[in-house]
């Protein structure tokens, strides 16, 4: 029997969104004061993020018969993660050239947003390709555990997960006791997830009250067409694939509807990675493919953040009435195709990322860069939502190419109730 509505998680959620959002209007001096709120539910889930992941991508590879399996799972992964972020990449482009967001923005921003804007992005600095390879490998075994850097926890299971099977029968009592620990994380989870709420209602009252309502009117054409962009790439782009490849967009966005919820709430993806990863597998991927593709996508497969920058970075030279042609604006993109990949593990990755990208390119408008920032907040439950269903899509697709998903089980699963 299926819960009530009113004692569903994501009803609770939408209820504590809403509730923000009337708190930071109605009091917004105290609702900027609530930040630690929605920093402990986010904190509290990433303390699990990184000993999940470890256990998920040992445990599947160290139950495969075969290697090759594994590194044609990372290999497909990646190029699919290439195309579908090149594919975000153009259709921001395209719509961001028809709808001209930023043409007639008359550009006022308080001497208080520029010096905040600054602050930012001197204090959150982009990775240089170097440093972003450098820094897949941890500098103790450890460190990337310690740390919650997904991508070195993954390069350390990966290691250890082939060692775990290349050892054979005496390393079965360690990948008992693996399983044994990724059960307890897994009810870890459970339990931090029914504070889901309360960081949603601390989330969305800061913005609120820090940004203020009067925000969204100023600049809602370029929000509007954000949102509508996500929605299409979403609805088109992702529904065609996930179509071909044996089921319904629609469907997969009911199933995971929980987690959707509680990523608007709190405009952070990695809030949902553990429950996303658990969900998929129910839904019949295999777990080395689940381990393999979900921490790698939350790095490389960011649809929502590319469609960000190709919008952002258009508003900003429309709002500045720079012109630029066609061949430039190419030129643009494939600048942002090597940029996009060095946001992994960058806190506020979106923005930074616009931000690099247009110094690099020659253009560093800060008036317009810090109307962008005053929103970007808003703008990051768009981007947050996508990346998450792209990642979803990636991971369901490539297990089929992988021959390693149970369409059976995901017809099943995703059958309305």
Avoid at 204 to 232: D, E, K, P, R
Avoid at 246 to 260: A, M, N, T
Wanted: with cysteine; hydrophobic share 55%; net charge positive.
């Amino acid at each position: 029997m299926a819960p009530r509505f009113y004692t569903t998680l994501y009803f609770r959620v939408l209820v504590a969104i809403v509730l923000g959002i009337i708190f930071g209007a109605l009091v917004p001096d105290v609702a900027a004061q609530l930040q630690p709120l929605a920093d402990l539910f986010i904190n509290v889930v990433k303390m699990t993020i990184a000993p999940l992941i470890f256990c998920t991508i040992v445990i599947g590879i160290a139950s495969m018969k075969s290697m090759k399996a594994v590194g044609k799972a990372g290999g497909l992964a990646l190029l699919y993660f290439e195309i579908a972020s090149s594919v975000a990449l153009v259709i921001g482009l395209v719509v961001v050239n028809l709808v001209k967001p930023g043409a007639g923005v008359v550009l006022k921003v308080s001497p208080q947003m520029l010096e905040e804007t600054a602050k930012f992005t001197a204090a959150h600095p982009m990775k240089h390709t170097a440093d972003f390879v450098l820094d897949i490998v941890p500098k103790t075994l450890l460190g990337g555990l310690a740390n919650g850097e997904l991508l070195q926890v993954l390069l350390l299971a990966l290691l250890f997960g082939f060692a775990l099977h290349r050892t054979g029968e005496r390393g079965a009592p360690i990948l008992d006791l693996v399983e044994r620990f990724s059960e307890v994380i897994f009810k870890i989870v459970g339990m931090v997830m029914q504070l889901a709420p309360i960081g949603a209602f601390g989330a969305m009252a800061v913005v609120i009250g820090v940004q203020g309502i009067g925000t969204l009117v100023s600049l809602g054409q370029l929000m509007l067409c954000f949102y509508g962009t996500c929605l299409l790439f979403i609805v088109g782009v992702l529904g065609l694939v996930a179509r071909l490849s044996g089921f319904s967009i629609f469907r997969f966005i009911r199933y995971i509807k929980d987690e959707l919820f509680i990523v608007l709430g709190t405009s952070s993806s990695e809030t949902v990675l553990p429950r996303m990863m658990a969900k998929l597998e129910k839904l019949g991927a295999s777990k080395p493919v689940v381990g393999l593709v979900v921490p790698a996508g939350y790095s490389f497969n960011l649809d929502g953040t590319s469609i960000y920058l190709t919008m952002g970075a258009m508003f900003v030279l429309q709002a500045t009435h720079t012109d630029l042609g066609l061949t430039d604006q190419l030129a643009l993109l494939g600048l942002m195709l090597l940029t996009s990949k060095g946001a992994a593990g960058v806190s506020g990755s979106g923005f930074i990322v616009l931000a690099a990208t247009l110094g690099t390119f020659g253009q560093t408008p800060t008036i317009a860069l810090a109307m962008i920032f005053g929103i970007d907040r808003f703008m990051s439950e768009a981007r947050a939502l996508t990346n998450v269903i792209g990642n979803g899509v990636a991971t369901l697709v490539v297990a089929k190419w992988c021959k390693e998903r149970d369409d059976a089980r995901l017809t099943a699963e995703l059958q309305p109730r």
